[in-house]
């Protein structure tokens, strides 16, 4: 896997520990880095653009403009990459949520804390590429799993509904839920696998999906359905730094 990275920082010594230990974690996981090193906020904002780094880590105290700052400006722009704050104070810890940090390190990093931050990086960033096998009525077909809104068994076939298509396939439930095995789907129904990431709101007896269609949860274990979802939202919207407005 290679990754993009910036390492922005005003101190050469950090800039270059932290690409130290971003290479001690590649030689153990099997990660190529592409990394470029940046020495204030303002030659970050002068290379930056939407999908050039999938992984930034960013110092908060430099002259110009500062770590926080420069995050505001680029979530304008990219909300996908991760955003680490690597500082030597705890000061901007909960700001930097509402700007979807990934996480936020304290100085002198050690190496566990920027694994267990990088772990959880390149996890979202597989399960973003991830994909499924189907055979269609025509042939073999690809599908990722982030455009699948809702999975629905009717007869012996499999409807899969993305946003601009529905694919049908002679798969049973049990096995399309074996092979995604995703956190991001959940069981709402015996005839029903729901992508969490698409559901816009949750009702009483359905979720109602991002593109207006209500998929319906089971009556006979509704509120383990509903307990489930919620439990996912929460982590999701820990993780993300803040709530996804939902509710």
């Known amino acids: 896997m290679r990754i993009s990275v910036a390492i922005c920082d005003d101190l050469e010594e950090e800039r270059l520990q932290m690409a130290r230990l ?3 974690y590649g030689r153990r996981k099997g990660v190529t880095w592409e ?4 020495e204030s906020g303002a030659a970050f904002l002068d290379l930056f653009r939407p999908g050039r780094w999938d992984i930034i880590l960013m110092d908060i105290y430099m002259d110009g403009p500062d770590g926080m700052e420069v995050a505001r400006r680029l979530r304008v ?7 680490l704050f690597v500082t030597t104070s705890m000061e901007h810890g909960i700001a930097s ?6 996480d936020y390190l304290v100085k002198p990093v050690a190496q566990r804390d920027l ?6 990086c390149l996890q979202e960033k597989r399960e973003y590429f991830r994909t499924i096998s189907v055979r269609s009525e025509w042939d ?6 982030r ?24 798969r049973g439930m049990n096995a399309l839920e074996e092979e995604i095995a995703s956190e991001s789907f959940l069981r709402c129904h015996r005839s029903f696998l729901v992508n969490q990431r698409h559901i816009l709101r949750m009702e009483k007896r359905d979720f109602v999906m ?25 982590l999701r919207n820990w993780k993300n730094g803040g709530a996804a407005g939902m509710f």
């Open 140 to 145: 073999e077909i690809e599908i990722l799993l």
């Open 22 to 24: 971003l290479k001690n």
């Open 35 to 38: 990394i470029e090193l940046l």
């Open 147 to 170: 455009d699948i809104l809702y999975i629905e068994i009717r007869r012996h076939t499999a409807f899969i509904h993305t946003a601009g298509r529905v694919v049908q396939t002679p």
């Open 77 to 83: 722009q990219d909300s996908e990459c991760a955003l």
């Open 97 to 102: 949520y509402e700007l979807q940090a990934s």
């Open 115 to 120: 694994d267990a931050a990088l772990d959880w």
């Open 210 to 234: 991002d593109n207006g269609d209500l998929v319906p949860i089971g009556s006979s274990d509704a509120a383990a359905t509903r307990r489930k979802f919620m439990d996912w939202l929460f």
